[in-house]
């Protein structure tokens, strides 16, 4: 088997995940390769409605930590929004409770119990970071180019063959097969995009009874209508009459909506774990290989968290 030099890392995985380790990687000296099976704008990451909130991931606590670091990245990334494709934006997140034990909820600055007149029922406002993914990914990938790293389209069937000293596992759903990992499995989410009629906030609702989740993120061009959260679906086609019931529940809640032009569908797969694999094992001939996988629905909101502990575990 070829052999990399010393300090060369090879991250497998381009999405939003493997983008950002690659990124600290290269910036804290490494020469970082990133083997891809797809581009970045065919991953899961491009679809994600990124919205920064912890959902659908464990374990908790250290999710939290990844989560508030996070936080403080896209604060200072939404000083260039129409570059980084962060923005900070004002909302409500319905049928949830301001838990003034939790230490966690004091760390989100502004966080606080909306008013009747903002959402009926419990619900936090919050101002949060929203990020348009496909110029995020953009991004990312041209500041890991200015780093020194590279990035090629290249599938990878057996991470043990592939010839670096440190290599990074950060394949999502992939690693299911990669690394023979059962718990690893997919959440389909359906997406509906249509024109904005002048929506300025996001509306996250959850419906207990039907166990949905409503939500409405406004970007720049468009308004991000969803969702759903279909366990072990992996079919990626875009169903017409789930689209409909998506239509009909954001309208329930923003009436203004109403006939807005749809503009396309999107469905993404989250990786979904019973907790995310972020350690490390070594590999023939005293490489090593970290592993960055199983966010759920929460890859976006822990990135930054997750690829500083990555990096870390990289150190050799």
């Given at each position: 088997m070829q052999t990399a030099p010393d300090g060369d890392v090879i991250?497998?995985?381009?999405?939003?995940?493997?983008?950002?380790?690659?990124?600290?990687?290269?910036?804290?000296?490494?020469?970082?390769?990133?083997w891809t099976r797809e581009p970045a704008e065919l991953t899961t990451s491009a679809v994600a409605g990124a919205l920064w909130w912890p959902y659908r991931i464990e374990p908790l606590a250290s999710a939290r930590e990844w989560a508030l670091h996070s936080l403080a990245v896209y604060t200072e990334l939404a000083a260039r929004a129409e570059e980084t494709g962060v923005r900070m934006v004002e909302g409500v997140q319905g049928e949830t409770r301001l838990d003034a034990r939790d230490p966690w909820t004091a760390r989100v600055p502004g966080l606080r119990t909306a008013t009747p007149e903002e959402h009926p029922g419990p619900a936090l406002w919050a101002r949060l970071p929203l990020i348009d993914m496909p110029v995020h990914l953009r991004w990312l990938r041209e500041?890991?180019?200015?780093?020194?790293?590279?990035?090629?389209?290249?599938?990878v069937a057996d991470l043990a063959e592939v010839p670096a000293p440190v290599v990074v596992n950060c394949t999502g759903l992939g690693a299911r097969e990669l690394?023979?990992?059962?718990?690893?499995?997919?959440?389909?989410?359906?997406?509906?995009?249509?024109?904005?009629?002048?929506?300025?906030?996001?509306?996250?609702?959850?419906?207990?009874?039907?166990?949905t989740t409503?939500?409405?993120?406004p970007q720049p061009d468009r308004l991000v209508l969803g969702g759903t959260a279909d366990e072990d679906d992996w079919s990626t086609t875009p169903e017409p009459a789930v689209a409909e019931r998506i239509v009909e529940r954001c309208t329930r809640l923003r009436p203004?909506?109403?006939?807005?032009?749809?503009?396309?569908?999107?469905?993404?797969?989250?990786?979904?774990?019973?907790?995310?694999?972020?350690?490390?094992?070594?590999?023939?001939g005293g490489r090593l290989l970290v592993h960055n996988?199983?966010?759920?629905?929460?890859?976006?909101?822990?990135?930054?968290?997750?690829?500083?502990?990555?990096?870390?575990?990289?150190?050799?």
């Open positions: 991250v497998v995985g381009s999405g939003v995940i493997g983008l950002t380790t690659a990124v600290l990687l290269a910036e804290g000296g490494s020469r970082v390769r990133v500041r890991l180019l200015r780093a020194g790293g590279t990035v090629e389209v290249r599938a690394v023979r990992d059962p718990s690893l499995r997919p959440v389909r989410g359906q997406l509906v995009i249509v024109e904005n009629p002048g929506l300025r906030t996001y509306v996250v609702s959850a419906d207990a009874a039907t166990g409503t939500y409405l993120f203004e909506i109403a006939g807005a032009r749809v503009l396309g569908h999107r469905v993404g797969l989250r990786p979904v774990r019973d907790s995310v694999r972020l350690e490390r094992e070594k590999l023939s996988y199983g966010h759920g629905g929460a890859g976006v909101t822990v990135a930054w968290g997750c690829a500083r502990e990555a990096a870390r575990l990289a150190s050799r």
